[in-house]
């Protein structure tokens, strides 16, 4: 699929259960501080069921790349900064695209330039958004302090503490979005395949965080899984994880047996690591 290394993180039941009525079958908060404390900083990639499921907003301090063949980018922007950004007309990964975003940033930045690229440059604090595409349909977005970044491929830069969203159908796009807006931002991307999405992730460790179709495709590639394995049974689960394959996977750490009082579930974080490469 890719030669960049990625891991798969979930929790599961004993029966492999991940989810129901597209929420996690369970809150168990000791787990989803151990979650936040691995991904911080990193790049999580998403189905869109998923992205749904967390209110389709970003997490936190990550690069989000939500794998989808159906969200647009009004879509994706609508949900990533709320009512900051009134998005107009359909945007795709073209030129004219581009310059309805730049409407839409209008808005927020005041600021708007529009060319054969679209270019966009907003205010630190303020949103941008961009539509990558094919490499001249490309838009250039700088938010560095009040700097405007423009390329003749997409660039995307943000200051910490923006927020970035960019539909990128090119790997030099999500790449530069990444690069550009560092370890400390957070970014919204979306990616029209998981192969795409990988090529888009830019930062230094990659999450695959769900959900259950995600994870049936991009476990055979990966490298590591993160499971925290919650001691129940879900009898009415309607998403699983796959079986992890013994013969493929070794573990390589576990922690001791936690007990979560909310839910009166035992659970329990394991590691595993790749046989295979
Ligand atoms: N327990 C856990 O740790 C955990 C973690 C994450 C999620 N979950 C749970 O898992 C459930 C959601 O999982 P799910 O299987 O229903 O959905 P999902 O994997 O989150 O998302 C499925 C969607 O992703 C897109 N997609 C999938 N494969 C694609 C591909 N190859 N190329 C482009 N797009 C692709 C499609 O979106 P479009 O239809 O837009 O094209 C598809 O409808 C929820 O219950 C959630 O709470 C649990």
Known sequence: MTSKRYSLIVATSENMAIGRGNRMPWHISADLKYFKKLTKNGTVIMGRHTWESLGCKPLPLRENIIVSRSLTVEKAAFAAVGSDVVASGSVGGSVGGGAAVGAAVEDVAGSVVRGSVAAVGAAAGDVAVCVGGSVGGGAAVGVVA??????????????????????????????AVGAAAGAAATVTMVAPSIEEALKMASRDEIFVIGGGEIYRQTMPGAYRLYITSVKTIIDDADTYFPKIDSSKWRIIWESEVFHDTKTNFDFQFIQYLTNEN
């Open 146 to 175: 009040g700097s405007v970044v423009r390329g003749s491929v997409d660039a995307v830069g943000a200051a910490a503490g923006d927020v970035a969203v960019c539909v990128g159908g090119s790997v030099g796009g999500g790449a």
